[in-house]
């Protein structure tokens, strides 16, 4: 086990005997309490929340299953991906472009190779592809972002990716036809504001805080769709991207006077295929058994499916998961390519 992963397993012991005193819990044999995190991104997003969410669900039921949960905000779906395979989380929350990316070694791990041992557990809120520009650089359209000042978000994270997309499948190059801004979303708004910035991009679920201040501030702005053939062949293209539609209902501040159309992808909810099978079992059992109480924990839950959680995936599904899915009669609805393969060690 790595010095960090038991610095944090003895810091996670000693907090928890300080802060709940007579929980009842023994440490030794058979009621050992295992501790998990949950990697997400800021705080302002969607994926936090969606940490938040899981951990507090799993947390009341700490006496069922010695499980203490906990969420971490990180960088990102990069990060989460690369901190579950180094042990240093046992869940991420995870664009479902970055997980087929992932375990098919592309993008920003095409130097490493396939992460084979990558495991799905559950797809979550669909995350539409937002473009939102100041009304006063008198961009109407995404090609006509050439020239003009654009935040596609930051180094490792998903939204960065799904923006470089974007921006080719209009023929828009990032080095030589925009000023290109690589900052985290979370800071996006306020440059947007600061009118330091003209535009950017962030990839999603609704509604959104950051993207509540970008649309109320002093410089009005407003969302431009991103459809037509273009996307029609990146959705070709691309198995994990999806039409999506913003919602003009969560921002009624913005410029718009409908609903918006665009391209997105899904979070998921991943792990490695070396967690614990009991503790992946708890997981996905404690979520689709209150999945009412789930859906009721956010906004962007709303429509979820049972069904609907199950798409989306690209790496084989975790065993402990499959076990629900089995029992629950669930695997109906998984791809038959999903089914794990046999266990073997990863170059």
């Known amino acids: 086990m790595k010095k960090k992963k038991i610095a944090k397993y003895l810091f996670s012991v000693v907090l928890f005997l300080l802060l709940i005193p007579g929980a009842g819990v023994s440490f030794t044999g058979c009621n050992?309490?295992?501790?998990?995190?949950?990697?997400?991104?800021?705080?302002?997003?969607?994926?936090?929340?969606?940490?938040?969410?899981?951990?507090?669900?799993?947390?009341?039921?700490?006496?069922?299953?010695?499980?203490?949960?906990?969420?971490?905000?990180?960088?990102?779906s990069v990060y989460n991906v690369n901190a579950v395979l180094s042990g240093d989380l046992e869940f991420g929350v995870v664009q479902s472009d970055r997980q087929y990316q992932a375990f098919h070694g592309l993008s920003e791990w095409k130097q490493k190779g396939?992460?084979?041992?990558?495991?799905?557990?559950?797809?979550?809120?669909?995350?539409?592809?937002?473009?939102?520009v100041s009304t006063g650089c008198g961009v109407n359209h995404i090609t006509e972002l050439k020239g003009k000042r654009v935040n596609i978000g930051n180094p490792g994270s998903g939204p960065l990716q799904n923006a470089r997309d974007a921006l080719e499948a209009f023929g828009l190059d990032e080095k030589?036809?925009?000023?290109?801004?690589?900052?985290?979303?979370?800071?996006?708004?306020?440059?947007?504001?600061?009118?330091?910035?003209?535009?950017?991009?962030?990839?999603?679920?609704?509604?959104?805080g950051n993207i509540k201040e970008a649309t109320s501030g002093r410089v009005r702005v407003k969302f431009l769709p991103i459809e037509g053939p273009q996307v029609e062949a990146l959705i070709k293209k691309y198995p994990y991207y999806t039409k999506a539609v913003i919602p003009h209902k969560f921002y009624p501040t913005a410029q718009n006077k409908k609903d918006i159309n665009s391209f997105g992808v899904r979070g998921t909810l991943v792990t490695s295929e070396a967690v614990d099978e009991r503790i992946v079992y708890a997981v996905t059992k404690e979520i689709f058994e209150n999945f009412e109480e789930f859906k009721s924990l956010h906004p962007a839950y709303a429509d979820l499916t049972k069904k609907g959680m199950l798409a989306?995936?690209?790496?084989?599904?975790?065993?402990g998961a499959l076990k629900y899915y089995t029992e629950s009669n669930?695997?109906?609805?998984?791809?038959?390519?999903?089914?794990?393969?046999?266990?073997?060690?990863e170059k």
Not at 186 to 203: C, H, K, N, S
Not at 312 to 319: E, K, M, T, Y
Request: glycine share 8%; net charge positive.
């Open 32 to 76: 050992r309490l295992d501790f998990v995190s949950i990697g997400t991104g800021a705080v302002t997003g969607i994926y936090y929340p969606t940490g938040g969410a899981i951990c507090r669900m799993i947390n009341k039921k700490m006496g069922v299953y010695k499980i203490k949960a906990t969420v971490e905000a990180t960088a990102g």
């Open 114 to 132: 396939p992460r084979k041992r990558l495991r799905a557990v559950f797809s979550i809120h669909p995350e539409s592809v937002n473009l939102i």
């Open 176 to 208: 030589k036809d925009i000023l290109t801004e690589y900052v985290k979303a979370v800071e996006a708004p306020g440059l947007l504001q600061d009118e330091r910035i003209d535009a950017f991009f962030y990839t999603v679920g609704h509604p959104n």
């Open 312 to 319: 989306g995936l690209s790496a084989p599904v975790h065993r």
């Open 330 to 345: 669930l695997i109906q609805h998984i791809n038959k390519r999903l089914l794990p393969p046999r266990r073997t060690a």
